[in-house]
């Protein structure tokens, strides 16, 4: 099955990369060297990595705390409640989300509207079809994605630990900054590696909130397959964003092996 379904389509799209029609009658490696070659496509790679890389902090920013809180409810039934609210918004169709955003960061939405009335400032602030506007949906959509993880590894850390470093004279933010986040360094790095590949990849988000003004690789990709009709350039992109991607997630797969090896440590 999973050579058939993945490795399969995945070796037609490098042979299709490294080919200068799509009926793939002519080897050649123009495609690479044409991407590699000019500094608009590396643009829009770096910005798409960056794009995640904003975005994954900002879900490590809002999420650790919400997981800490969810780890640390008395009794289960907040946990619960606590633990649902994190997982409701996967239960809602991503392109309903983003929708909703839409209205929401608009001229005339809440957010704008709040800004007015609290005269925060004299005329809308500009949400939509900005990065700050994609990074804000982002971190929103893919959130359950960085608690979760963090929430699992949170959830099996010992309370005697927990209690023998208040016993030994530590405060509650030594406690966490010592003993809990080095325990949950490996939710953490986890939770990153799966907001961040989701981040990057969202096509729909991406193009709905960015509009045509911020062009990123999956934008990018289906514009050279379907506006230009250019599929072996398409599968060259496709093939280049994957690795730089899979990169990333290798390094961050080494931190967390480090991060274990030092917590056993």
């Known amino acids: 099955m999973f050579v058939a379904f993945f490795l399969s389509p995945l070796a037609v799209l490098v042979g299709l990369s490294l080919h200068a029609e799509a009926a793939m009658q002519t080897w050649t ?3 690479y060297t044409k991407f590699l070659a000019d500094r608009f496509n590396l643009s829009i790679l770096w910005d798409t990595l960056l794009l995640g890389v904003k975005a994954t902090l900002v879900c490590l920013v809002f999420g650790y705390p919400i997981a800490w809180v969810s ?3 008395d009794r289960p039934r907040w946990q619960s409640i606590l633990l649902f609210i994190v997982i409701l918004p996967i239960m809602t169709s991503v392109v309903v989300r983003t929708f909703a955003w839409i209205v929401i960061l608009g001229r005339q ?3 704008n509207q709040i800004a007015l009335g609290l005269n925060l400032t004299d005329e809308p602030v500009r949400l939509l079809f900005t990065e700050v506007g994609v990074v804000l949906v982002l971190a929103q959509v893919q959130m359950p994605l960085m608690v979760l993880p963090i929430l699992t590894v949170m959830s ?3 309370p005697n630990l927990l209690d023998a470093s208040r016993a030994l004279g530590a ?4 406690t966490l900054w010592r003993v809990t986040i080095p325990l949950s360094l490996p939710g953490v790095i986890a939770g990153c590696i799966l907001t961040y590949a989701a ?4 096509f729909v988000t991406q193009t709905l909130i960015g509009g045509a003004r911020l062009i990123y690789m999956p934008l990018h990709i289906y ?10 350039f398409a599968a060259a992109l496709s093939v280049i964003f994957m690795l730089a991607v899979l990169a990333i997630v290798y390094a961050l ?3 967390a092996t480090l991060s274990r090896t030092h917590v056993h440590a």
Do not use: F, K, Y
């Open 29 to 31: 490696i123009g495609n």
């Open 71 to 73: 780890a640390r409810a």
């Open 109 to 111: 939405g809440i957010l």
């Open 156 to 158: 099996r850390i010992d």
């Open 171 to 174: 405060g509650e933010w030594r």
């Open 199 to 202: 981040c990057v990849t969202a």
């Open 223 to 232: 514009s050279q397959a379907i506006g230009a009709n250019n599929w072996p």
């Open 253 to 255: 797969s080494l931190l």
